[in-house]
């Protein structure tokens, strides 16, 4: 089966691209950074489309290159605040994540898990919003399924935590 590789790229993108900037934004808190994580990761799958051996779980592999992204942009964020750090100019503080009708609830929660260790907040994303099973949660961030169960708990301990200080 030949597929037109502009053809699919672009599908893909449509069907994709939003939930995908979605999860990016909670993974980086910052729309910028998520939209550029997306864009780079639909870059790579059209400049290695001759590498991808599955042409049929191409919404996968985009999804993990989106999450690769973002640990590379995310590793990019703590050093620029390292340098702003040092520099005495540190701004601190991260985009809200954006959606259709946030309450005030949701921004809240929103906040706390983009407070979660990176391994935590990945694993909470993935999970609940993603809505994956552990086997998949584990797959995409290359864990195994005790680590992946290991974070969920602890992420979610901490949010329990965090939501009754809070309040």
Known sequence: LLLDRDVVV??????HGRQLVRLAVLLVGD???AEEAV??????VYRNWDGVRDKTSLAG???AAVVNQCRSAQRGLVR???LRDRMGAFQGGMAPVESDAPTEEALRIAELVRRLPQRQREVVVC???LDLTEAQTAALLE???GTVKRHAHRAIQRLHKDLEVNR
Do not use: M, T
């Open 127 to 129: 999970r609940y919003y």
């Open 10 to 15: 672009h599908d893909l993108f449509v069907e």
């Open 143 to 145: 864990l195994e399924i």
């Open 31 to 33: 729309r910028g950074l």
């Open 39 to 44: 864009q780079e990761a639909f870059v790579a």
């Open 61 to 63: 592999y985009v999804r």
């Open 80 to 82: 620029a605040r390292r």
